[in-house]
């Protein structure tokens, strides 16, 4: 069976800091994987997403980054945290051609 | 412009009794909706779908139903139960395999 892995779970970090979170998936091959922001009391926003290796899309401008190098492996990264970009970060993928996006656990970014 | 609207932020059932979540979607090229299910600090799970060539999709005590002609689906619960009480997103895509497009979520709180 599928699963979906993201790390850390928590992370606290200081403005101006850099960022890095993972993404990995089992059990499938070239999934389609996208990176969520959920806000505070907000809905889910799509931030990137990815058809294959080396391939991005952004979806809106900001201060994040993400890369994909290897075929389940999705990095949601940032050169220098703002405050705003507090949040709970949400990792997902679905299988080829098909709607359906499984989700992972997430990560609870702090921005002080 | 949100494509995807949830309108009610909040709904409180007793237990036992239906709970009905709404969504409103505006764009007509959205030909395939889904339902998650939201606990605090966890990602999303998928709960129920429906393609836009049925009206009707049952699953155990979830029905999703969709009203192409008013843009509009619904997610019923019978009969509640207090471990329902989560944050419920409905979402929409345009085509296989595509992005989804998420509502603002609605809490919904079964009481005992």
């Known amino acids: 069976s599928q699963t979906i892995h993201q790390w850390p779970a928590t992370l606290v970090q200081p403005v101006g800091s850099p960022l890095s979170l993972e993404c990995t998936v089992e059990?499938?091959?070239?999934?389609?994987l996208y990176w969520y922001r959920q806000a505070a009391g907000r809905g889910l926003q799509l931030l990137f997403y990815s058809v294959g290796i080396g391939q991005i899309s952004s979806e809106v401008p900001q201060n994040l980054s993400a890369s994909r190098p290897q075929d389940r492996q999705f990095i949601l990264s940032s050169k220098k945290l703002l405050l705003s970009d507090s949040g709970f970060y949400l990792c997902?993928?679905?299988?080829?051609?098909?709607?359906?996006?499984?989700f992972g656990p997430g990560t609870r970014l702090t921005v002080l | 412009d949100q494509q995807v609207k949830q309108n009610s932020p909040s709904l409180s059932v007793q237990e036992g009794r239906i709970s009905i979540l709404n969504c409103d979607y505006t764009?007509?090229?959205?030909?395939?909706f889904l339902w998650y299910k939201k606990y605090p600090a966890e990602g999303p799970t998928f709960l129920i779908s429906i393609s836009s060539i049925k009206d009707k999709n049952e699953d155990g005590r979830f029905t999703v139903f969709l009203n192409k002609s008013a843009k509009h689906l619904s997610l019923h619960i019978v009969p509640s139960q207090p471990g329902d009480s989560a944050v419920y997103f409905c979402?929409?895509?345009?085509?296989?395999?595509?992005?989804?497009?998420f509502g603002q979520g609605t809490e919904l709180s079964v009481k005992p």
């Open positions: 764009n007509s090229m959205f030909d395939y």
């Open positions: 059990g499938t091959s070239n999934p389609n």
């Open positions: 979402a929409a895509s345009a085509h296989r395999g595509g992005k989804l497009i």
């Open positions: 997902a993928w679905s299988g080829l051609g098909t709607d359906t996006q499984y």
